[in-house]
């Protein structure tokens, strides 16, 4: 039952991601279908099919958290932002040029 969620939890994240996009909607399904056709004869005790669902979910939790197209608009780019699209803080750019430090100390690199 973990594989017909995940091959859905897939699909469904292809079409979050690529909605209004038909030919990368395509060639996602396409591949999702292919990948999991392709274990399809797997029996559910194959050692190999858990870290494979896991993978599935890991993909589509990406797709819908963090795969932002953009759409020519004259000389610009607009993004498709959507609810599900993944919003940081900037904090690591906040601190990208500063050294790190444990307990005061400078980092082995710098020394």
């Known amino acids: 039952m973990a594989t017909v969620q995940s091959y859905r939890n897939l699909l469904r994240a292809a079409r979050i ?29 194959d050692p190999s099919v ?24 004259g000389d610009t780019y607009k993004l498709r932002i959507h609810e599900h699209t993944e919003r940081g803080d900037n904090e690591s750019i906040k601190f990208a040029n500063k050294s790190p430090r444990v307990g005061g100390v400078k980092c082995c690199s710098e020394r």
Do not use: T, W, Y
């Open 50 to 73: 858990e870290p494979a669902l896991k993978h599935a979910d890991e993909v589509a939790h990406f797709l819908k958290a963090n795969l932002v197209q953009g759409i020519k608009d």
């Open 17 to 45: 991601a690529f909605e209004g996009d038909a030919p990368m909607l395509n060639g996602a399904c396409n591949s999702i279908r292919r990948a999991f056709r392709d274990k399809a004869n797997l029996p559910a005790s």
